[in-house]
Each structure stands twice: as C-alpha cells, then as structure tokens.
C-alpha cells in the first residue's frame, strides 16, 4: 500500500471508533431481531433476517483474509498474525473486528509517540481505507437488504416492534456513515488526488447518496409487495450490473475466483448507488443508470397502483409516492451541485466519479483499484 504521509488525528482515531459502534451495532440489532422473530414464530422472517448477517460476514471474511495474505506477500503487513492465527479469527467471523483493533492499536500508539509516521510499515489510511470498503461491501450486502426486508414486513404485514426501529435507524445510519467515510479514506490515501473537503461538500454528497439510495430502498419494497416474484427482477438487474462489471474487466482481486466474486457483490451494490467500478470517466454511464432507476423507482407506486386494487387507500401509500419524488429530485439535485461545484479536481484528471494520475501508470495496489464513489 502507499502512504499518504498525512497525519492520523484523534478525529479519525474517534471516526474508527465509532465504525466499530455502529458495526457492531448493526449486527447485534440485527441477530437480536431474528431471534424476536423466531420466538414469535416468523420463522420465514427470522431465517431472511440471519442469512443477510450470514452472507455479508461470510463475504467480508473472505475479503479480509485475502488482503492480510496479499499484504503479507508484498511485504506490507507487520506479520503480527501468523497463516493458522489468520484462519482462524477469520472462521471466527471476527476478521473485522481484528482490523479494527489493529488499526485503532497503530492509531493510539502514533498520537502518543513523537516518531514520524513515515517509519510505519503500513499507513493508517491505508488500513483505514480496507476496512472502509469491507464496510462498504457489509452495508450492501446486509444493511440495505434489512432495511427492505423490514420496510416490507411493516407495510404488507402490518408487523411492528420497538426491535425493527432500532435495527431499521441503526442500519440506516450504517449506510451514511459508511459511504462517506469511504470516500473521504480512499481520497485520503492515494497522493495523487485531492481529499474531499469536510463540510458542505461532505454533507452535500451525504445527501446526494442518502436522497437516491432512499427511494430505491422504498420503491423495491413496493415490488416486492406487488409481487415476491419481482425479486426477479432485481435478480436480472444484478446480473446485468455483474455483466457490466465483467465487461469492464475490473482487475481488483490476485485471484479469478475472488475477482469473480468481487464483480458479484459489484453487481449487488449497483442494484442501489452508483459505483465508478474502473476509476474512469463515466458521465454517460452515471447519467444512463440514473435515468433508469428514477424510472424505476417511479414505476413502483405507479404499478401498485394499477395491479393491486385498494393499496391507494392505505395510510402509506401517498406519503410514499410523495417522498420518492421528493427525494429522487434532491438526491438529483444534490448530485448536481456536488459534481458541478464542491467536486475536488485537479488540472488534469480526477474527473466525474473517477481519478487519473497526472502521469498514468500500471495500476499495482489495492488502493488504486478501489470503487470510486
């Protein structure tokens, strides 16, 4: 990995610790529903709530093992954890958990030492970064799915518990606090862009993410209450996004198997935001997919409407459609003025969702192959 050389400050020492919390978080609310859920005899909602906690661990595992590996071969990695040590917290399932400890350790003992960062074998921001994108990968492949599965059980089911609030704002805030602090990391570590700047143009992309992730959140949750057969859909959605990915030939992974699953999970976060998944100009493919999930979006109550009789006269319903357009124009809006205004750019490259070096070489670590968001 290289290194920033920039300070690591007690506020990102206190940003790792609060990923930590709202991880943590996420997945105990999480379990703690399920088990709800069994105990009321939802066994069906019990089981889809445990498998989207299974599938996100059992993925960032895998990720997180392979990059200790591939740091350990690149002579990057400190070698504190040995080949069985690695396997076995990773079996574990508490991979995560032992990259945040190493990061918030390396933290604490550079504020308290008054030797140059420079001297550490492997920057902070570089591990910080990792753990951002096993983050990122967590929230769509788990967070996101919650938040569907328990919109849909609230509004087709008329199922409320105190318990799904608190999974629902728990993973709602893990989606915000994830993606941007993946943006402002992986801008941190690599010299040759510009960091995202703190205050309005953080917030301004906060809301850019949040007002298009939102909608999609509800209008998928309308298919599903039109039909379960439109998990199709999303199905065929998915797998044109993994297509595209294919297509793109990302060269994220040192192995095909993973760099296959890589695009699989690439093809899953599509379903909901847009990805920059070669660090390329990509105006017309940003513009194309927003064309279609505001459609998309717009269809679901519209679909509803028309197919299942009665539904208009839910509590639900207008608010609903009120707040999809709503939030459909402000996330547009917001994806306006961020690109148009607060963007960091440099003279050369660094264009719309994607980065150019101003001397372009053969992309060689991890950092460079990161999505762009």
Not at 39 to 53: E, Y
Not at 141 to 152: A, C, K, T
Request: aromatic residues 12%; charged residues 15%.
């Amino acid at each position: 990995m290289t290194s920033t050389g920039s300070e690591f400050t007690v506020f990102r020492c206190l940003c790792t610790l609060l990923g930590l919390i709202f991880y943590v978080g996420d997945i105990v609310s999480d379990l703690l529903l399920s088990v709800q859920y069994f105990r009321s005899g939802h066994v069906t909602w019990a089981a889809l709530t445990l498998v989207f906690v299974l599938i996100a661990s059992v993925c960032i595992q895998i990720f997180s093992y392979a990059w200790f590996k591939d740091d350990e071969e690149n002579e990057e990695n400190d070698k504190d954890l040995s080949t069985w040590h690695l396997i076995g917290i990773h079996v574990l399932q508490i991979g995560i958990l032992t990259r945040y400890l190493q990061l918030l350790k390396k933290s604490f003992k550079s504020l308290c030492s008054s030797k140059s960062q420079e001297e550490e074998p492997l920057s902070r921001f570089a591990l910080a970064t990792d753990l951002s994108m096993l983050r990122m990968f967590e929230t769509f492949l788990e967070s996101v799915p919650q938040l569907i599965l328990q919109v849909y059980i609230i509004l087709e089911h008329n199922h409320r518990s105190n318990l799904q609030y608190i999974s629902m704002a728990v993973s709602f805030v893990n989606i915000a606090w994830t993606t941007v602090d993946y943006r402002r990391c992986l801008r941190r570590s690599l010299p040759h862009i510009n960091e995202m700047p703190s205050g309005i143009p953080t917030a301004v992309y906060l809301s850019y993410k949040i007002f298009t992730i939102t909608p999609r959140i509800l209008s998928l949750t309308l298919f599903i209450m039109l039909s379960t057969f439109s998990t199709l859909g999303m199905a065929l959605i998915w797998l044109v996004a993994t297509i595209w990915a294919f297509v793109e030939n990302t060269e994220f992974c040192t192995s095909r198997v993973l760099e296959h699953l890589y695009r699989a999970i690439v093809g899953v976060i599509l379903i909901f935001t847009f990805f920059n998944i070669k660090g390329e100009n990509t105006k017309v493919h940003m513009t194309l997919y927003y064309i279609f999930t505001v459609c998309h979006n717009l269809a679901a109550p519209i679909l509803l409407f028309l197919l299942k009789p009665g539904s208009e006269r839910a509590d639900y319903f207008l608010p609903i459609i009120f707040f999809i357009l709503l939030s459909n124009s402000l996330g547009l809006g917001f994806l306006g003025l961020y690109y148009s205004l607060l963007h960091p750019h440099k003279p050369v490259g660094d264009v719309v969702d994607g980065m150019e070096k101003l001397n372009p070489e053969p992309k060689t670590t991890r950092l460079d192959r990161f999505l762009q968001i």
